[in-house]
């Protein structure tokens, strides 16, 4: 015998959904910062292995572009500084998604624990 879950509940379900998607997002997000973070990191690494003179490019737009190598690794260290800060955010908010996460599903299991016991009483 099978009864439907009250309002309330299939409300609080509905709501862990979101936030396991929210959850998922904010992971995507995280990943794709730590990449460009990486990339970044590799680039300035690169820059900083040549020569003071040495002519360098950087697509602007859909142009390629001379641009002084001194001037690119301080734009690439400011950009990286950015892409850290931004990744701290995206983690701090992670955590209290997680958090959200896991109080809900403890409610959520208690409420059908309950339900269980009333059902099986």
Do not use: C, W
Not at 59 to 86: H, P, R, S, W, Y
Request: proline share 2%.
């Amino acid at each position: 015998m099978t009864e439907e879950l009250p309002p309330q509940l299939q409300h609080q379900i509905l709501q862990l959904q979101q936030i396991q998607q929210q959850l998922e997002l904010l992971t995507i997000r995280r990943r794709q910062l730590e990449g460009e973070l990486k990339e970044t990191e590799r680039a300035i690494s690169e820059l900083e292995k040549l020569e003071p003179n040495t002519v360098v490019y950087k697509f602007i737009g859909a142009i390629l572009a001379q641009v002084n190598k001194d001037k690119l690794v301080e734009e690439l260290k400011d950009k990286k500084e950015t892409l850290e800060m931004q990744i701290k955010v995206v983690q701090r908010q992670e955590e209290r998604t997680r958090s959200q996460l896991k109080e809900l599903r403890d409610k959520i299991q208690q409420a059908l624990a309950k339900r269980g016991s009333k059902v099986a009483g």
